[in-house]
């Protein structure tokens, strides 16, 4: 059996069935899917169980097939903020099993400026301030999944205008979650999934402030 059998035959989660209805979504949006197609696919996404259920329902899209989310397999793509396709790496957060792991415990964790942002990532917080700040950012997936693992630490999540970000699935009677952006992203723009457990730990997700924008003209 090659490697691409071999990786259609793996089972999916919740995620990957996600990332791949997201995706009929935006081609509905953008006139690709009829109404009925639409929702027969979304459907079949649902109820999918592994990536060969799930590579038929976006062949004739212009996205890449959902098996190539897997690590270290090649044709894994990001979009640039131009709209362009991107190659992307197969390092940390390129495989949903293998997530870029953000850990804040006794100092503050920031990621700032151009850094390269995978469609995994898990944020830990056990005791400090973890920053996660994607205004400079010019290559993203259509879908950023976010773990957060609270504790009494806090999570902060600045995104440009137009994103999207959903803290819905966010867990925890103890701590605090509070989202400033839409759920729903415009057109062409990514979505940010939050999800995991809070702890006794917070959850921020906003746009540029004053002290961001002064940054950024700094940098500039």
């Known amino acids: 059996m090659d490697n691409d059998s071999a990786a259609r035959r793996i089972r999916i989660g919740h995620a990957e069935r996600d990332a791949v ?6 081609a509905a949006g953008e006139g690709r899917l009829e109404v009925e197609e639409l929702t027969d696919r979304m459907e079949a996404a649902a109820a999918a169980k592994t990536f060969a259920d799930l590579d038929p329902l ?5 996205v890449p097939p959902p098996s190539q989310s897997l690590g270290g397999h090649s044709g894994t793509v990001v979009r640039a903020a131009s709209g362009g396709l991107v190659p992307a790496g197969d390092g940390p957060g390129w495989d949903p099993a293998d997530p870029l792991v953000i850990r804040a415990s006794w100092e503050d964790e920031r990621r700032r400026g151009r850094w390269i942002v995978p469609p ?13 700040n994607f ?7 259509q879908r950023i999944s976010i773990e957060v693992r609270g504790a ?4 902060v999540l600045v995104v440009p205008e ?8 966010l867990e925890g009677a103890w701590g605090s979650k509070k989202s400033q952006v839409d759920e ?3 057109d062409g723009f990514p979505q940010v999934v939050v999800h995991g457990a809070l702890g006794m730990s917070s959850v921020t997700v906003r746009h540029a402030n004053w002290f961001d924008r002064r940054r950024v003209e700094r940098r500039d």
Do not use: K, M, N
């Open 21 to 26: 209805i997201e995706q009929l979504r935006v």
């Open 58 to 62: 976006v062949e004739d899209l212009p």
């Open 120 to 132: 995994h990532i898990r944020v830990e917080t056990p005791g400090a301030t973890a920053e996660l």
């Open 135 to 141: 205004l400079e950012v010019d290559q993203f997936p």
């Open 152 to 155: 009494v630490g806090a999570c």
């Open 162 to 169: 137009g994103w999207g970000a959903d803290i819905s699935r």
């Open 184 to 186: 729903v992203p415009r």
